[in-house]
């Protein structure tokens, strides 16, 4: 069974930066695209950047240029690299996985990520 395990997030100022993680386990890797999502209360999980098991990336066009996604295969970790964060950047933060085949998601339990003065 996949588990996916988040971790990083927390309360930072605006224009600061942070950096998230999520160690992958359960199953190969490799067959796997990752990626991160982004959900506020009230609203729905939206996409913030995904990464395929040979690195190609999408970013949402609210965080490019100051998000960077990568993942590290021998490691199982995927990362969430936010620079230039604003308070429109805050919510709970997900990690997610998907197989390339099945196209079966799994979900970690979430970090929250809080950008205020």
């Known amino acids: 069974q996949v588990q996916l395990v988040e971790s990083g997030g927390g309360l930072v100022q605006p224009g600061g930066s942070l950096r998230l993680s999520c160690a992958f386990s359960?199953?190969?890797?490799?067959?796997?695209?990752t990626g991160w999502y982004r959900q506020v209360p009230g609203k729905q999980r939206d996409l913030v950047a995904t990464?395929?098991?040979?690195?190609?990336?999408n970013y949402a066009d609210s965080v490019k240029g100051r998000f960077t996604i990568s993942r590290d295969n021998a490691k199982k970790m995927v990362y969430l690299e936010m620079n230039s964060l604003n308070p429109e950047d805050t919510a709970v933060y997900y990690c997610?996985?998907?197989?390339?085949?099945?196209?079966?998601?799994?979900w970690g339990q979430g970090t929250q990520v809080t950008v205020s003065a």
């Open positions: 997610n996985a998907v197989h390339s085949l099945t196209q079966y998601n799994y």
């Open positions: 359960g199953s190969i890797f490799r067959l796997y695209g």
């Open positions: 990464i395929t098991s040979n690195s190609n990336t």
